[in-house]
């Protein structure tokens, strides 16, 4: 079992502080690759892939299924930051974009991230 499906089967849903509102806040470092009022695009630290970073709301909204109406444009956003930085990280020949919902879905951290990998063929299925 990997690192990251341990960390999840032990990590609690909370509506407090996560490690990604201190590098929203800047407390503590990242590689930031994109950002703007709404969101930001950072490397991840432990890549998947040749090229992997993560887009995050600078709103925490913990899990997808935590998401309502009223975050739709919010989503979009993200969606569209993912394709923008997927291009600026050369990525013309596709990438995978992956959500982790929940303990089963292997999610970490609570509060809700796209995962951007990409620069090599993705396999089918995933895992």
């Not at 201190?22 to 990242?30: F, Q, R, S, V």
């Amino acid at each position: 079992m990997s690192s990251e499906v341990e960390k999840a089967k032990t990590s609690v849903c909370t509506q407090g502080p996560t490690i990604f509102s201190k590098i929203i806040n800047k407390e503590i470092p990242a590689d930031i690759i994109y950002e703007d009022d709404d969101c930001l695009a950072f490397r991840d630290i432990s890549p998947q892939a040749p090229t992997h970073f993560l887009v995050i709301p600078k709103k925490q909204i913990p899990t997808l299924d935590s998401a309502s109406s009223e975050h739709e444009k919010l989503l979009g956003h993200l969606m569209l930051v993912c394709s923008q930085v997927a291009q600026k990280e050369g990525l013309t020949s596709g990438y995978r974009v992956v959500v982790n919902n929940g303990p089963d879905g292997a999610q970490s951290v609570y509060h809700l991230h796209l995962h951007v990998l990409g620069g090599r063929q993705m396999q089918w299925p995933p895992g």
